[in-house]
Structure formats: C-alpha cells, structure tokens
C-alpha cells in the first residue's frame, strides 16, 4: 500500500535526520556510527525477520553499558547519554510492530537531536534542525492519520481512499506545512526572551590549538598555525559595510626578546574600567571603527580588535588590560561568543612621523630597546640599511622595506642551529614567516636605539560581499612589529612580504562565501542571539515604525497644503465609498448567481450529469426514471456515485416541483459533478 | 436588545465554540515542551531554545490546521424511514466542505442520542474543498418510542495527533422507533396459548365472492384476480362475503400499575407480533389501548398504523375505551397486568394472552 509505504520512509527518513545530527557534532566515535548505521539496515531488515529478541537484548544491556561508558569509557555524562540514545534508537528501530514502538522511535529521535544541540554549535545543526523539522511535520501527520484509520476501521475507510489522499498534492500540502512551521519556528525564537540563568554551565565549545597569543612564545611558534585553515573569527564592519583590504586584528604584545623567545615585558595587568555596557580601555578624540566580532575558542585570552581598541562591550563580566593597549578575559573563553569593539584606526601621517624629533621616555627606552645576544654584524646591517635615513622614522620605513625586499615568505625555513635564529634568518637563509620577519625587524631596531616591540593577531583580507564580514581563520595569524614615536605612540609596521598564493577556484570561492555567510548568520543570529538583540531590534521596529508614520503624516500635510482642506474629508469618503461598493457589488454578483437552473423543459445540471455519466460508460435507456437510472448508476458504479441519487432528487424538485434551487444546493450540484468528472 | 437576547447573547459568549482537549501525547508533547524551556532558560543555549521555538509552533500549527479543517464543514444526517427496536440500522451522514480552497482532513463526527448518548461516528479521512463525503454508522435502539438526535459533535485530531479540537455539529432530529417484532407463534407458545386453537376460534376464511377491489401489500397472493389484473393491468384480489369471519381486534391493556413497565414493554411487543403475523396472514387487523384505537383494516399501511401506536403508547389510566369495545369485539386481549376486573370480560375474547415475566 502506497501510504503505508511513505509512512515507513518519512520515518526512516525523521531517524536518519536525527543520527545526521548527532554524527556531525564531531563527538561520536566511528563505532557508533556503525551501530547507527547497522541501526537504520536492521530497521529495514525487520520487515522481513524478526529481530525483537536483538533489540530486547540491546535495550537489557544498554543500562550496564551507561555506566561502564560514564565510569571507564568517555568519562562524560552527555557522552555517555548520546551513546545510550544511539544504542536504543538503533533497538528501537528493529522491532516496530505497533503505534507504540513507533510513538516511542519518534521520541527518540527527538532526543536524539536535543542531545546534538548539546554537543554542537556548528552551522552543521542548522541543516539537520530543518531536515528533522520537515520529516517531523510529515512523519507526524502521516502517523496521526494512520492511527486514526486504523481505529476507526469499524467504519471501513476504504484503503484505496487513503491511498488516494496521499498524493502528490497532499505531499506538496505538507510541504508548505513544514515550511510555514519553519517560519513559525524561526519567528518565536526571536521573540522567547532570552532570561538566561546558567544555574549550569555550558559545555565548553572545542577549543583550537594556537600557541601564538600567549604571554611568553618561542620564536617560529606562529608557523605552524598559518597550515590550519579553521576559520577563527569574524568580522563585521557594519558602519563601514564595504572591505577595506587587509585588516589587522591586533591581540598580545611582546616587548622581551631573549633570542629564541619573546615574551611580556610586564605581568602585572589591571581591571579595565565600565561605564554601562561598555569598557573603556582608553579615551581619544578620534573617530571610532565598531566592530562586530564573533570569536572561537581559542587557547587564549587575548581580546581581538583593529589597530587600538579604545571601548569594548560584549557578556563579559570583567577585563583586563596590561598598559600595551592589548585586553585580555579573565580566562580562555569556554565557547565561541560574541562582542563589539570599537577602535581608533587612524594613522599620524608619514610627514607627521617623519618630524618627530622627541626625545623617548626613560621607561620606553629600557623597555624596548634592549637586544638578545646576537654578533655585532646584527647592528652593521641595521646601521647600512639605515645609512640614509634622517629621521627614526624613514629608519624604519628602510628596514621595513629592506626585509620585504631582500628576503623571501616560506612557511617551511630552513634553519641552521649553530646559530641564532636572527642570525641564522638574516644572514644565511634568508627565508622565512613573519615571526621571522618581525622579529628581525624589532632586533634591527633596537640594535639602533629605536624602541620596538612584536605584536602578534591576524592579518585578513578575505572580505565576504555576500555577508559583508572577513572570515579570519588560523591560517592569517600574523605578527608585525610596534615603533615607538615620541609624538605619537606605537606605529604598525609589518616586513612580511606577502606570500605567493594559489589562484582560487572561482566556483569554489564562491560556494565557500555563501558558506561563510550562512556560518556568519547562523553563529550571530542562532547560536549568539542575545537579549540585547531583541533590545535593539523592538527599538529598530519601533523606529521604523515612527519613521513610516512621520512619513505618512508628511504626506497628509502635502495634500491638505497642496489641495486644501476640503478634498481630505471627500477623498476620504470617495474611498469608504467605493470600498462598500465593492462589498456590495461581490454580494449581489453573488446573489445574482442564483441557480435559475431550469431552461424550458430541461434542467441542465441533471442533462449534464447524463453527459457524464454517459462518458463514463453508463447510458441512460430510453423509458428509464431519473430514479431507475439512479439505482442503476449506483449498482453498477458503486457508493462512489452516490451523488447522483442527491442530484437526482433535487432534479426531481426543480423539473416537477418547480423549485429554484438556492446557492447552497448549487455548491452541491457543483460539488457532485466535479467529483463525477473526476470519478 | 431584550433582555432574554442580551442573556442569550452573554451564553454565547461564555460557551466558546471551540473545545480543546489534550491527548496523552499531547500532554506528553507540552511537559517535554515545558522541560526543555526551563533547560534553555537554565543553561541559555540558544539551540534548545530553538527546539523549544520548533515544539511551540508544532502547537500553534495544531491550532492553526485543526480550526482550518474543522470550519464550514456541514454536517448531516439522514435517517431510514422505519426502525424496530432491536435491529441494527444505518445512519447516513453527510458531510460538506464548504471552504473554497481547502480540504478537511481527518475529522470524527460523533452523534448523540437525548441524554449525551453516544449513538455512533463517521470519519472523514478528507472532504475535498466544496466537495461532499458520505458514510454510515450502524445504530440498534433497543427501546421502542421517540427517539431524538440531539446533535453531535465534529473533532480532529489533526495534524499531529496532540490536541482534539471539537464543535457541535449536525442538526436535532426526531425518529420513531417501532417496537420489536418478533416471531408470534414462538410468543404464543411462551404464553401458553396454541396458534392453532387461536385461528380455529378467530373464524376462517369465506367463500362467496363479494367483490374485487386493488391489491394491497400484505395481501394474500392467492386472492388475486388475474384475470381482471391482466385486463385492466393492475393487481386486483377478491373479497369475500365473509371477510369479517377474518377479523382480528388486539386489545392492549396498557393500565399498569407501578412496576410492571417491562410487562408492559413485552405486552406491546406481543401486541405488534401478533399485528404484524394476522396481517401477513390477510386478516384484518385493529388495535385498541386505553388511548388509541385503530379500526381494522389491511396491508402494510395497517401494520404501520398500529405500530406507530404501539410505539407511543406509554401506561394508560382509564380502561373505559378498552371495556367499551369488548362486547362486539372478539379478538384477543394482551394483559402486561393481570388484573381481576378482565375475569369476567375473558370469555369475550378468542384468546386472553397474559404477559409472564
């Protein structure tokens, strides 16, 4: 039987969408996801053999196996739980004899996803969410109507009814169902308040490894990391809302450099100061970049932003900062979250910079002038790069330039261990990654007095169109180099030429920035949806609101000046007026449809319904009653043609009793010949 | 507005037209509903709170389809002309989709006798937009009399099986049910009274030919005039000149006191047995209760007549319609009570039948 058919496939189809869920979360082992996959062919196979005493024997073992998976094996009450459910689910869909086993598969399932919600934030989710959420509308319905059926079989619904009601518009009918659950779905989401209470915390979110943001790194320690292509960030630039080429994300600062590491020249670091919602890491006059920036957990605690982040806000309870303009979490973030910051990224001008004769401040110059043990060739070259320079200035400018020059990007330098890695790099192989780079930058630097520090954070220039956003991943993390000028504080400069890249596949750039968009909106509008965003989107409505009624009221104003005050009030009448007529007009076209059926001597629906019939293969005989014909019809057509014995009578009521039929029994007159047309 | 219109109107506004029931997976489906918000609001993830959003419009969908599908949707029903006590019958219902574009899936239409009992349902697996479904459900009345369809009520389930949505639907309608017929001679033997005495004593058929009139059911077949029928292309019967010697009258009497209502019940069904077997037998037949009386006549029309007395009949009071006709009556009396005054009116009858227990 075709319902039946489909019935079974939207519910392998709803435990499918179900172990889809939990399989992309990353967190199931591959064993289980055999047992999943052994599951669904056992599901099919127990049409055909009897698997119960399997299934009995999984569900009797499944408690023991609870507990040696908590206690021995994952160590992990989620996991633990996720593993029971796969093993039930997989039991459950062996043997599925009655409504019961079937009501208990889909609650399964349904905790089957929950436990997916649980172990993923991943865009992942999103489409086995809608996946679970079609099959679940079908599924649903499917079964509520088999139940139905089957109970009331007293009645004998005709089997070929049912099958015939599951058709293709049914299915297109539940289609839109799903579709129109969907929206509802997405809807109430924005709107349930977000009253987080977190009386029990989150599980942690799968932290990425980077060992480039910690207080004290190894010199070469970011290469590594630049083979990692994981996307680690997003920003969202949403007063700019075009790119701006490469943005530098600007997270720890190193001022100590002992020659194989660099490390924090200070360790003491203090609360950053909140006013409202926001932190205030330091005060300025220039104008302020806001970004929106979604990060993932990463093994530190550096807060991310362009050039000098100035105010930060976001779900932090505290911030730290340690006087280099760097802001750091009280901890590593558990999970990917979401904050704002705004920086000032305005530039002194070269002229400006060129200019600055100011004498350095004693703690900037015993801070960051001070060299590693290198060979006294380190200073020469300094001091040959920068023959010509006249100002601090164009000095750094010529090593900056230097280095970019005549030096080569590689992420996989060769190194010499007989010497020091500075050395080694700026004499003999001349290669390497931007730890290389700035690192010689900084030495070379402070070799010739001027204060230099290494900044570490990501540089990105991969711009979403789509979602007007960069996609920072580990691959851009990058250190450059701060110069200290007297006048103006810390400068960016940045030796590392840029590295040669493969061309990117057109289609495949494109895909992959639809996929970043969609990750973009999923984590911001999803898994970071907060209740300051509902805040601000009632104030958004709010304002259009306001904003369209100004507008509207504007446009009165117009034509009360433009027509004068008399017209307003007649418009207004001019429209109530037509708008009843229109009313009016559906009513009597409505009423003067009235069914005068009855043309001389002949009533046409019943002349029609001959027609029919006759198409049919049922011919009335000459001589024959309406009546006769009737019961005839009916014993050779079956109680599907039932409708004739109605459309007999009322023809009886209009031919010799003279009736005018009214709307209603036109409906039904209509009704009956359509479905004889059909039949 | 009256008063009694402004009472009328404020009922209305209490009773709402809708009634929503839980099912049990219903139930179920809200406390997993309400546990997984209090999760979401606990630990603040935000993709429980989208499931708890994806359970809530699963609800308000519920809602949404259930009204849709049972809204205009006209229900009816059509009752068969006669029904005895006792014997199954059908019920047709009808019901018609009055919405212009969509169908109704999936409703139960549940019909009610007076006193909210259940008479029976009909599902309707789908009534196409402004089409019209028809189906039966099978009704045995056990009690004789009046019988009132007070209406019923139209659910769904639909579409997922977690609420059940109702409204009042179908008409109030009326119907007689006659009393049970059952086989006389098998009564008569129960009652201690031979069938063939009985007929001895109501006296046999005539022989002079008196006149033809037209045959009417019920009729014994071997009085037709072929003949005549032939010629004149219509069933005609001969009537003997002795037609009354083929004359019964039944006297019910339905004087009880407290008590004796199911001496009664079974006095009246005797009464319709007996009606029905002489009438089938092309005797004349008549009726008389302490209220009623039915001068005797033939066929089927006859038969209904007296059924349709004798399922109205309720106890009687007075006996003076039941002893006035004694005296010329001749027939047989039915006693539910056996009551001393009939002992010296029996011997009137052909056969006095008293009700046992």
Not at chain 1, 203 to 217: R, Y
Request: with cysteine.
């Amino acid at each position: 039987m075709r319902f039946y058919t489909y019935f079974k496939a939207a519910t392998y189809l709803l435990v499918m969408s179900a172990f889809i869920s939990l399989a992309l979360t990353g967190e199931i082992e591959s064993p289980y996801i055999m047992v999943i996959a052994l599951g669904m062919a056992g599901g099919i196979m127990q049409e055909r053999f009897d698997l119960s005493l399997l299934s009995r024997v999984i569900v009797m073992v499944s408690v023991p196996f609870l507990l040696a998976d908590f206690f021995i094996i994952s160590k992990d009450i989620l996991l633990a739980f996720t593993h029971l459910l796969i093993l039930l689910t997989s039991a459950r869909l062996l043997s599925l004899r009655t409504d019961s086993d079937y009501s208990q598969l889909y609650l399964l399932t349904f905790f089957d996803l929950l436990a997916a919600s649980a172990l993923t934030i991943n865009f992942s989710f999103a489409f086995t969410f809608t996946l679970y959420l079609v099959s679940a509308t079908w599924v649903l319905l499917l079964f509520h109507i088999k139940r139905e059926v089957e109970v009331k079989e007293e009645v004998e619904i005709n089997r070929r009814e049912l099958d015939s009601t599951v058709n293709l518009r049914f299915f297109l009918g539940i289609g839109g169902i799903a579709v129109f659950s969907l929206v509802i779905t997405l809807a109430i989401f924005f709107i349930l308040p977000r009253v987080g209470i977190g009386l029990f915390s989150k599980k942690p979110g799968k932290v990425l490894k980077t060992s480039g943001f910690a207080d004290k790194v190894d010199f070469g320690s970011i290469g590594p990391v630049t083979l990692d292509p994981t996307t680690v960030m997003r920003v969202e630039l949403p007063e700019l809302g075009i790119g701006m080429g490469s943005v530098y994300l600007r997270g720890g600062v190193l001022g100590s450099f002992n020659g194989v590491t660099w490390e924090k020249e200070r360790s003491g670091r203090e609360a950053v100061k909140k006013e409202g919602a926001d932190f205030i890491i330091s005060e300025g006059t220039h104008p302020l970049v806001r970004q929106e920036i979604i990060l993932d957990p990463i093994d530190s605690n550096v807060i991310f932003g362009m050039a000098r982040v100035m105010r930060l806000s976001g779900r932090f309870t505290v911030l730290f900062t340690d006087g280099s303009d760097s802001v750091y979490l009280p901890g590593n973030p558990a999970s990917r979250f979401q904050y704002t910051a705004y920086s000032d990224i305005s530039t002194p001008k070269a002229q400006e910079l060129d200019a600055d004769r100011g004498s350095y401040p004693p703690e900037i110059l015993s801070a960051y002038t001070n060299t590693p043990p290198v060979s006294a060739r380190v200073k020469e070259l300094a001091l040959t790069i920068t023959g010509n320079a006249r100002s601090r200035y164009q000095k750094a400018v010529a090593i900056e330039s230097y280095l970019k020059k005549n030096y080569s990007y590689t992420l996989e330098p060769k190194r010499d261990e007989s010497l020091p890695p500075v050395e080694d790099f700026l004499f003999k192989n001349r290669e390497g990654y931007c730890d290389h780079f700035s690192t010689a930058m900084a030495v070379l630097l402070r070799e010739i007095a001027i204060p230099a520090r290494l900044v570490t954070g990501y540089v990105t220039s991969e711009w979403n169109d789509l979602g007007r956003f960069y996609t920072v991943r580990q691959s851009n993390a990058h250190s450059w180099v701060e110069v200290y000028f007297p006048s103006y504080g810390w400068v960016s400069f940045d030796p590392t030429p840029p590295a040669i890249s493969a061309e990117e596949n057109p289609v495949i750039s494109s895909v992959s920035k639809y996929i970043g968009y969609m990750r973009l909106k999923w984590d911001r509008y999803i898994v970071n949806f907060t209740f300051q965003d509902q805040v601000n989107a009632a104030r958004e409505a709010r304002r259009r609101t306001e904003s369209g009624r100004e507008s509207i009221l504007k446009v009165i104003a117009a034509l009360r000046a433009g027509i004068g005050k008399v017209w307003i009030p007649l418009l207004f009448l001019g429209a109530a007026a037509s708008f009843i007529y229109l009313i009016l007009s559906r009513k009597w076209r409505r009423g003067g449809k009235g069914p005068l059926l009855r043309k001389k001597g002949t009533v046409p629906f019943y002349q029609e319904m001959l027609k029919i019939l006759a198409r049919k293969g049922v011919i009335k005989p000459e001589g024959m009653t309406p009546r006769e014909f009737a019961r005839l019809t009916l014993e050779e057509k079956g109680d599907a043609y039932s409708g004739v014995i109605d459309l007999t009578e009322l023809f009886e009521r209009v031919r010799y009793g003279g009736t005018m039929l009214g709307s209603k029994e036109m409906e039904e007159i209509n009704a009956v010949l359509r479905h004889l047309r059909k039949g | 507005m009256s008063l009694s219109q402004l009472k009328q109107f404020l009922l209305r506004l209490l009773r709402p037209p809708r009634r929503l029931r839980f099912t049990p997976e219903g139930t179920r489906f809200v406390i997993v509903a309400l546990a997984i918000g209090v999760a979401a609001i606990n630990t603040g993830n935000n993709l429980l709170y989208l499931i708890l959003a994806m359970m809530l419009s699963m609800i308000i969908i519920s809602g949404i389809l259930s009204e849709s599908s049972l809204r205009t949707v006209d229900i009816r029903r059509s009752l068969p002309r006669e029904a005895f006590a006792g014997k199954p019958f059908l019920v047709k219902i009808s019901a018609l989709n009055g919405k212009k574009r969509l169908p109704s899936i999936s409703l139960t239409f549940q019909d009610y006798l007076e006193g909210k009992v259940s008479a029976g349902n009909q599902y309707f697996l789908r009534i196409t937009q402004k089409g019209k479904v028809s189906g039966s459900y099978h009704l045995t009345l056990d009690k004789r009399g009046m019988h009132t369809f007070r209406g019923g009520s139209l659910s769904t389930r639909y579409p997922f099986g977690l609420f059940l949505k109702s409204r009042d639907a179908g008409d109030v309608s009326e119907m007689l049910v006659y009393p049970r017929i059952l086989d006389a001679k098998e009564l008569l033997r129960e009652s201690g009274v031979d069938e063939g005495e009985l007929e001895s004593r109501i006296k046999g058929r005539g022989t002079d030919l008196y006149g033809l009139r037209g045959y009417v059911l019920g009729d014994d077949r071997r009085a037709i005039h072929w003949k005549t029928s032939a010629r004149l292309s219509k069933l005609y019967v001969r009537e003997f000149a002795r037609e009354d010697a083929r004359k019964v009258m039944l006297f019910l009497d339905d004087c009880i006191p407290e008590g004796f209502e199911d001496a009664l019940e079974k006095g009246i069904t005797i009464t319709a047995s007996l009606a029905s077997h002489f009438l089938y037998k092309g005797y004349q037949v008549g009726l008389v209760t302490s209220g009623e009386e039915i001068p005797l006549g033939i066929g089927m029309s006859q038969l209904y007549k007296i059924l349709r007395t004798l399922a109205l009949v309720s106890p009687g009071k007075e006996r003076e319609r039941l002893f006035a006709r004694v005296k010329d009556a001749g027939g047989v009396l039915v006693l539910p009570y056996d009551d001393p005054v009939w002992k010296e009116r029996e011997g009137v009858f052909a056969d006095v039948i008293r009700v046992t227990s």
